[in-house]
């Protein structure tokens, strides 16, 4: 069999799946989307704001907004600058003529939260964490909302984990729970693809490797503001593997709420503008299923979460 082959027509077919959901972008009308995106135009890098089936560009307009998110969150730039230059619209791209990025590239940590959902729990048999259960990602891990995920053939248990994940926005130490959304920016929809394999049985049971093999943390293309979403806990949440559905659920099931997460995280570590929380997976990811399903080179996942999208991954060889 001619993996390479097979590389290459899952990569094409991801990318017309992507641009197609590209192109029926949420609307504007009624109002200003404050929905930030990362974007290559051609060789040019730059920062801007999705609306329609257009990319309104900010770095390209006004020079003191860098061209990437994390280095906008650390800049204290204000939304009604933004605000300011969407309404204005000097630069407008066309959605079908950008490569959509990962909304957040090289942030200071990608932090994720297990066992944070009531069916995740429950498939398991496992009681609810009275506490938050952390681990962590290398932020090398992350990649594009169309971008393929490598089989590593060090693995044979490669797994599924939709999630909602939390962008920070500026700097957060010792937060009370009543005061954390000051500090969250917005939420985009991640991945945390998991070697299962290496999870329970290899590396003397710590996570991080079966965790942060390369390409394991797809991150969507928007990253949605504070304002557009006012409760993270009423949002749809779905993973689909070539089609067939998988995960179907909402973050109403949260164990441990976003609020919580940020609070008690910033009373143990500082939390840096750009900062990416996971904040676990539903029920329906392959290990727990009877029998269990794994991710295998050719298949196609499709991760959506209600208010802020949804993008789509190829599975490739890592050769």
């Not at 230059?85 to 942030?107: A, D, H, M």
């Not at 609070?263 to 939390?271: A, K, R």
């Not at 329906?284 to 996942?301: A, Q």
Request: hydrophobic share 35%; with cysteine; proline share 5%.
């Amino acid at each position: 069999m001619n993996f390479n082959r097979i590389s290459r027509s899952v990569l094409k077919n991801a990318s017309a799946v992507y641009k197609r959901f590209a192109a029926r972008s949420f609307s504007c009308a009624g109002g200003l989307a404050m929905r930030f995106v990362q974007y290559k135009d051609g060789n040019d890098r730059g920062l801007g704001i999705q609306c329609d089936e257009q990319v309104i560009s900010l770095s390209g307009v006004d020079k003191t907004i860098p061209i990437d998110m994390v280095s906008f969150l650390q800049g204290n730039h204000s939304i009604e600058q933004v605000k300011n230059i969407v309404e204005e619209k000097k630069i407008v791209l066309q959605s079908n003529q950008v490569k959509f990025l990962p909304c957040i590239t090289k942030p200071d940590k990608v932090i994720c939260v297990g066992l944070n959902y009531k069916g995740h729990c429950d498939e398991q048999n496992r009681p609810y964490p009275v506490e938050p259960f952390f681990f962590s990602k290398f932020p090398s891990t992350i990649i594009g909302p169309n971008e393929a995920v490598k089989h590593s053939s060090k693995s044979k248990a490669l797994d599924w984990e939709v999630e909602l994940a939390v962008v920070i926005g500026k700097k957060c130490r010792d937060v009370n729970v009543e005061d954390a959304y000051e500090y969250v920016f917005g939420y985009t929809v991640a991945q945390d693809i998991s070697a299962r394999d290496w999870q329970k049985t290899r590396n003397n049971g710590q996570w991080l490797i079966a965790k942060s093999m390369d390409t394991f943390c797809p991150l969507g293309s928007v990253l949605v503001h504070k304002s557009e979403i006012p409760d993270p806990h009423q949002l749809q949440i779905k993973c689909s593997i070539n089609g067939n559905l998988k995960q179907n659920g909402s973050t109403n099931e949260l164990i441990h709420r976003v609020d919580k997460l940020v609070s008690f995280l910033s009373n143990l570590i500082t939390l840096l503008p750009g900062d990416v929380i996971l904040t676990g997976t539903p029920s329906g990811v392959g290990v727990f299923r009877d029998p269990k399903e794994f991710l295998k080179v050719g298949d196609l996942i499709e991760s959506e979460i209600s208010s802020i999208g949804k993008m789509t991954n190829p599975v490739v060889a890592d050769y």
